[in-house]
């Protein structure tokens, strides 16, 4: 790798271009598109189309059919990259969402033209969603003629410091290695060869692009209908228009980008187009979650489809990062339609309540564009105040997520987080930033979207780290030698210190990299259940109920990951103890 990914926590075999493509392509637009599409689809329906009354339900509806699509596509797209690659789905993955928002802007009707052109983006999204967390572990992972070649020099180091060690602890013989021996050297070993690569680091590195990518949306993209609108002669409804075309061909153009950026990467060998309807090999004797690697050795290389997604699905139940990964997956990507889709339209709606744009959608009287563009502007000062703290957040929960993974305590933090921003939003008065006319606008709203932001990346660092390190088998702190020290685990499993080394071995790591786009496709599952409740519920209730109920919601969603995040780590505990 080249001078500045010698620095960054990547695995070796991870070259300086795929390293480039995966931050600055992958990342970077993974949610830039939906951010964008989020925040303007419900002035496509106002200014466009020119539907005033019930926008919420129809935002909302269209939010649960594009979730509903991802609902499926998810985990599709992850186990076809476990067959075809990930560079070829992130291809057509951003080749479809730039087709999608070059049709979105010709629907002339809700349904069925928008509804078909949202539903042909949520395709595409799926894609690109899923392929953020299936490609990490391949950034991270070693490959495995290195990772056989430093655990067999690992093994020979143990072997002759155990020898060295049991010359005072053993009286039987001199090469008799006990586990307490075994284990002492061994830690202070992999400590003092530990590699800068790390999943839960880059995670927080592919926070801080994919924050990026949501500022771009937000300062780049969603302004554009402003700008255009300056132009005289433009309608508010061409200026919508002119955007989404210039948006998409950024989508194709990043499409080129994946192509050619992430040729050759590491665990990817053999995969392609010949392997989608190729016939699988028996899997006989192989283990969704093995114990060692014995185990691993006899998982089959290409299972069924089916047998991709149970598996990884197992190991929600069996894994606890995982497990944990895929609820924090939940609530981070409610978060991200949260803010992208109900901040705007809060907004919006409260525009209208006050009397603004209520005109012709092609009236291109200057007061007209006057007091839209000013909804336009406080949407994306909102969110972009929200991603902006979400962007200078993610490398610190990258390393707290990493330093702190006993308790997973950032996590629970940014759950916490979350329930305070979100009733805080729910609550606000106006969402101006200054109280005119009376209207109780202030900067207290700056303060609430910034947490509503920390609870977001909080949710999404931390989620992508537990599954990068359960992918690549890094117990991350979760057993028990870790938790209570090498001691305490010989006298739990009540071996003594002359036992022989054969008792009290343990396997190293057990690597799922085979299942890393299944993982990712149920990663990706879990939130879309969770965004499937929040966009048609929410949108149903924000136009019968009132306009905080998705807000509340997303307050309820952080409650539920807090509760059973704390549960978790203390029943381990407890666990733990008792042994």
Known sequence: MGAITRYLPFASATTTTQACAYLF?????????LVFLNSGVSFVIT???GVKDGVGDLVGTLGFVDELVALFACPLWGILSDRLGVRIVCVLG???????????????????????ARMLFSVGGAATATMVTAILPSMTGKSRNEDNTSRAIE???????????????????????????YAKPRQSNTNSKKSSSSPPKLAGLVGVFTGCGALVALTIFLPLPARFSHIEGITQAQAVADSFYIVGGVALVVAGLCFFGL???????GKGWRLLFRSTSSSQGYEAAPQNEAQEATRAPFLPYWRLLID??????????IGLGYLGGFVARASSVGISLFIPLYVNAYFIRNGFC????????????????????LSAELTGVSQLIALLCAPIFGYLSDRYRRFNMPLLAASLFGIIGYIAFARLVSPEMKDIDGRGGGLAVLVVVALIGISQIGAIVCSLGLLGRGVLGDDGGYNLSSQLGNANVVQSDGVSETAPLITGSSTGPVSRNHLKGSIAGVYSLSGGAAILLLTKLGGYLFDRLSTGAPFYMMALFNAVLLIIGTGAGIYREVHIRKR
Do not use: H, M
């Open 25 to 33: 392509a992958v990342c970077l637009f993974s949610i830039s598109f």
């Open 358 to 377: 209520q005109g012709s959608p092609n009236d291109p009287s200057p007061e007209l564009k006057k007091e839209c563009r000013a909804a336009y502007v």
């Open 94 to 116: 951003y080749t479809i969402v730039g087709l999608s928002l070059l049709l979105f802007v010709q629907a002339r009707n809700v349904y069925p033209q928008l509804l078909l």
């Open 47 to 49: 200014d466009l189309i």
């Open 312 to 321: 990884s699905t197992i190991l929600g139940v069996k894994d606890a990062q």
């Open 155 to 181: 093994e020979d180091i143990d072997a002759l410091q155990g020898v060295r060690t049991s010359i005072a602890a053993s009286l039987d013989s001199e090469a008799t290695i006990t586990p307490s021996t």
């Open 263 to 269: 040729q050759g990467l590491q665990g990817e060998e």
